[in-house]
Each structure stands twice: as structure tokens, then as C-alpha cells.
């Protein structure tokens, strides 16, 4: 079953960092493409990066570019978002998601399997 499992929210003060682990279980890095996710209460889920597994290109939103950084660990099976300098609108419940596809996007519609989950909280 293909399965992504997030890891790594908590509280977090503005300016400080922290990183999130989305764990491939049930599959392979190298068969799907991932994606991270965010969702806001009471906004929709948004497309915050991604990563085309083939050869590693990145996608960022315009508002974490500069910020955060997806990167993976093949031996870990796991993909990372590295999130700096954060901001308090970086308050969200972030999701990992796997998609199939030539290239990754920032589209929710193209992904098939979703986590469940980890909630970030930027505040002093």
C-alpha cells in the first residue's frame, strides 16, 4: 500500500527553522514523484514544493522559495522539507503527497496518495 507518513511539525518561533520528513512506505522514491503540501484553517490546501524523482528537479511556491528546501535520502527512503526563516502565514498542517507523472507539479489534483498530516505552528 502506498503510503506517505509525515513527521517533524511542532511549534516553531518566527525567524527559526525546522524540517519535515515524509517517509515513503509502501513504495520506492523512484517510482512516484512528491510532492508537500499545506493547508491553512480555513483556506485550501496549497502546493508549497515538490520533486521530480527522475532527476531531482524542484518546484517551490513563490512564497517559500528562498526559504525551504525539499531534498530526499534514497538509503532513508524518505524525502525532507527544510523549512528556514519562517514566517508566522507558514502556520498550516503540512501534507506529503506521491504522484505519478513525467514531472512533479504543485497541483493537488495530480496526486493520488496523501499522508495524513503534521501541523507547524509559527509563533512566538
Given at each position: 500500500q502506498v503510503q506517505p507518513v509525515e513527521s517533524g511539525g511542532g511549534l516553531v518561533q518566527p525567524g527559526g527553522s525546522l524540517r519535515l520528513s515524509c517517509a515513503a512506505s509502501g513504495f520506492t522514491l523512484d517510482d512516484f514523484n512528491i510532492g508537500w503540501f499545506r493547508q491553512a484553517p480555513g483556506k485550501e490546501r496549497e502546493g508549497v514544493s515538490c520533486l521530480t524523482t527522475s532527476d531531482d528537479t524542484t518546484e517551490y511556491a513563490n512564497s517559500v522559495k528562498g526559504r525551504f528546501t525539499i531534498s530526499r535520502d534514497n538509503a532513508r527512503?524518505?524525502?525532507y522539507l527544510q523549512m528556514s526563516r519562517v514566517k508566522p502565514e507558514d502556520t498550516a498542517i503540512y501534507y506529503c503527497a506521491a504522484s505519478y507523472g513525467y514531472r512533479c507539479t504543485l497541483k493537488?489534483?495530480?496526486y493520488a496518495y496523501w499522508g495524513q498530516g503534521t501541523p507547524v505552528t509559527v509563533s512566538s
Open positions: 527512503n524518505t524525502v493537488t489534483y495530480h
